[in-house]
């Protein structure tokens, strides 16, 4: 594999790592209580949101080295122009709001650590050549980061207060969610393929 390839390879991984982003305690109707950590929250979630993005939009290059079915194909590419959309809202939001900083994840060391040894492992599993799992791989790791851009934008929305950003992320949230659902359905149809008959 190239130079250009691997790294590629290596910030997809990177994006497809799950995380928690800590929230603030709710209100009745979902928004959080005003507090001293509730900008940070947002700030944190934007960025992490962002950085994983930034990493899915990228996601149909890897089929260029891969064989793949129509179904993974179709659904890979949702995913990627999703993404894509995301990241722009994301640096329309930021131009529009210079209290969000799109580049400052603020992670602990260790987190930092922890998840560039994940991104590593993951490279390795989603670039074997001929793995015949390749699908089921790559399906996995995207539940993993489906749900987390899904949690992100809803927590980011329910910590903004801006109206209509709120309504962007939560429309954005449900979209992730949607995706998360499909691949959910195609990882559980390639789990039964790959099971042997009773």
């Not at 507090?35 to 979630?45: K, L, M, S, T």
């Not at 659904?75 to 900083?101: F, N, Q």
């Not at 989603?126 to 793995?131: S, T």
Request: aromatic letters at 6%; a positive charge; proline letters at 5%.
């Amino acid at each position: 594999m190239n130079r250009c390839a691997h790294s590629w390879c290596l910030l997809l991984a990177l994006g497809l790592i799950v995380t928690a982003c800590q929230t603030g305690s709710m209100t009745g109707s979902g928004r959080p209580n005003a507090g001293p950590g509730a900008q940070h929250v947002r700030e944190n979630c934007y960025a992490l949101l962002y950085s994983l993005l930034s990493d899915e939009k990228n996601l149909d290059k890897l089929l260029v080295i891969k064989m793949e079915t129509t179904e993974l194909r179709q659904l890979v590419k949702a995913i990627a122009t999703s993404s894509a959309d995301g990241v722009r809202r994301m640096e329309a939001y930021a131009a529009a709001d210079p209290s969000i900083h799109l580049k400052d994840e603020r992670l602990p060391p260790g987190e930092m650590a922890t998840r560039a040894a994940i991104a590593k492992t993951k490279t390795k599993l989603l670039v074997k050549p001929f793995d015949k799992n390749f699908e089921f791989n790559l399906l996995l790791t995207q539940t993993e980061a489906l749900s987390y851009a899904w949690h992100l934008a809803r927590v980011a929305a329910a910590h903004e207060n801006n109206p209509d950003r709120a309504r962007g992320l939560t429309s954005f949230s449900e979209t992730m969610q949607t995706l998360h659902n499909r691949t959910v359905s195609l990882l559980r149809v390639r789990a039964d393929q790959s099971s042997p008959p009773k």
